[in-house]
């Protein structure tokens, strides 16, 4: 028995030592993979040594399609099985939101179509399959909402073909990640698949380009979407007033920040007289957003003529560009050290968390009792918005992970050792008595974010001494975070608590 317990833990070392082997193997073999290598690196630089740059942390940002990816899902010591993944997804590549007055929109197609790129080749069968959803089940008023993007000329916000491809290749990845672990075996009948939406056309359509590219084809008598009215995806627990009196503040730094940037005031007069605009109807226009489509689809940037508007004509340059992406970024930076977004954020995703925490524990108690496990405690997807998934990385103390870009993807799984195989370290720890009945596995969670695996930099793995002990974050740790130590941060134990005390 000795000899077997030791046996695993050298097979734990090995599983967790070839992790960076190979990702240099992967960065090794070309121009695409050393370029990954290096922002591997930039995903969590704790401290930050040097500024990033603002123009190829905005490449990023795109997410552009057209390179080779590593994703560390579905990674674990042999014979650990998965019990769950619950992924939460940021939609993929969209039209703008915004318009900047008197310039031309950018010219984008937004009808599918493999002879454009980016192309996948599941993008037909895809276009196909969405023409039979009608078998689905929509929650209202899902139903109604389009299952494609397909206007010659995008909408406002519509998904574009960019942002399907990325999610065909999220969905792909996991696939393959996951197609080992039987998550969710051919013969999957009682099982159902389970997403969860805002009402808006990208997340949906994002949803499903992700689910197809996770199992092509699938049935759709076996689709539950849910619609989820909020973009913290918090169901019925909404109600949380101070949650609302932490996002105040946090705006009133924001604005603080910006106002005292001389350089980017100076910027945005310079674009407003440029466009023969003011500078506040400039500013309201939000005019990163458009310039970031331009950017990620290269397209010029916008040009006006001079002379009659009263503008002085020219075009919107790289520069100015630059300048509000390099305010955005310290502002990202002096958000981590201020610490009011943090306080929001743990408020406003503790329903998901909690919902997240609670299908984990029950798929575990199903697992030991030897039952059939409910759809959405094996797999569901949750897609969102870039305000749901930047909230949930602060809250799960990912201060130093980069905003969401584009089909960003934050994945949670759930692992539970071999029967009768507690770690040495565990036996040496749990008093005798319980040792002799924990017979069967230990519950374990992996965080993922884009691919990387983040569990240690997590808040409640953090301080796990993965050599000295389990080299994988147990479930508790987990547990206990969510329903009790994530409050901490507002002096709270409880949401209850945390939501409704008085202001003091
Ligand atoms: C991918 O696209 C981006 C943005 O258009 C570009 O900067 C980058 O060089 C491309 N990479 C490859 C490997 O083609
Ligand atoms: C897209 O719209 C066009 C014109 O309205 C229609 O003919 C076509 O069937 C639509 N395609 C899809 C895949 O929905
Ligand atoms: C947290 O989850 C539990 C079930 O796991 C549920 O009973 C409880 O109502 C949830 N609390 C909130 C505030 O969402
Ligand atoms: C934290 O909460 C406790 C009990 O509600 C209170 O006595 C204490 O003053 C609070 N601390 C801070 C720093 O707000």
Redesign the pocket.
């Known amino acids: 028995m000795v000899s077997a317990v030791a046996a695993h833990f050298l097979l734990f070392l090995v599983s967790v030592n070839l992790i960076p082997i190979a990702a240099e193997l992967q960065a090794a073999d070309g121009g695409a993979g050393a370029a990954l290598g290096k922002s591997r690196k930039r995903v969590f630089p704790v401290p930050r040594t040097e500024e990033p740059n603002p123009i190829s942390e905005a490449y990023s940002y795109c997410n552009t399609p057209n390179r080779t990816e590593q994703a560390w899902e579905g990674h674990s010591p042999v014979d650990y099985k998965l019990l769950s993944v619950q992924v939460m997804i940021r939609h993929g590549d969209r039209y703008p939101l915004y318009y900047i007055p008197k310039t031309k929109r950018p010219a984008i197609d937004c009808?599918?179509s493999t002879s454009r790129k980016p192309s996948h080749p599941l993008l037909n069968a895809f276009?196909r399959h969405?023409?039979q959803g009608a078998r689905g089940h929509w929650e209202s008023p899902l139903g109604s909402v389009?299952r494609?993007p397909?206007h010659s000329a995008c909408e406002m916000g519509e998904l574009t073909q960019t942002g399907v491809v990325q999610h065909l290749r999220n969905g792909q990845l996991l696939h393959r990640a996951y197609k080992r672990h039987k998550l969710l075996p051919a013969d999957w009948s009682p099982r159902q698949v389970w997403l969860e939406t805002t009402g808006k056309s990208r997340t949906l359509q994002s949803g499903l380009a992700f689910l197809y590219g996770l199992l092509p084809d699938f049935d759709w008598a076996r689709v539950t979407a849910r619609h989820q009215w909020s973009t913290l995806f918090c169901g019925a627990a909404c109600d949380c007033p101070a949650r609302n009196r932490h996002l105040e503040e946090e705006q009133r730094r924001q604005y603080r920040l910006r106002v005292s940037d001389t350089e980017l005031e100076r910027t945005y007069a310079d674009m407003a007289r440029t466009l023969g605009l003011l500078t506040r109807q400039l500013r309201a226009a939000n005019p990163i957003d458009s310039l970031l489509c331009h950017l990620c689809h290269g397209i010029a940037f916008p040009c006006v003529p001079g002379g009659g508007g009263g503008g002085g004509g020219g075009c919107l340059t790289m520069a100015q560009f630059a300048v509000i992406r390099r305010q955005q970024l310290d502002d990202e930076a002096d958000r981590r050290r201020a610490g009011l977004y943090r306080k929001y954020a743990v408020l406003a995703m503790y329903p998901y968390l909690n919902r997240t925490a609670g299908k984990m524990e029950r798929v575990a108690k199903d697992n030991e009792a030897g039952r059939q496990p409910r759809g959405e405690e094996v797999f569901s997807l949750s897609s969102a918005h870039d305000v749901t998934v930047a909230p949930l990385l602060s809250a799960l103390g990912l201060e130093g992970a980069r905003f969401p870009r584009f089909a960003a993807r934050v994945v949670f799984e759930l692992w539970k050792s071999p029967p009768g195989t507690r770690g040495p370290a565990a036996a040496a720890v749990a008093p005798p008595k319980k040792r002799a009945k924990a017979r069967d596995g230990e519950l374990f969670i992996r965080v993922l974010y884009n691919g990387e695996d983040v569990t240690f930099h997590t808040d409640f793995c953090r301080a796990h001494d993965r050599h000295a002990r389990w080299p994988l974050c147990p479930l508790k740790n987990f547990l206990s975070f969510v329903r009790r130590d994530m409050f901490a941060v507002v002096n709270a134990t409880s949401y209850q608590e945390a939501c409704y005390r008085r202001p003091g």
């Open positions: 009808t599918l276009i969405m023409g389009p494609l397909n």
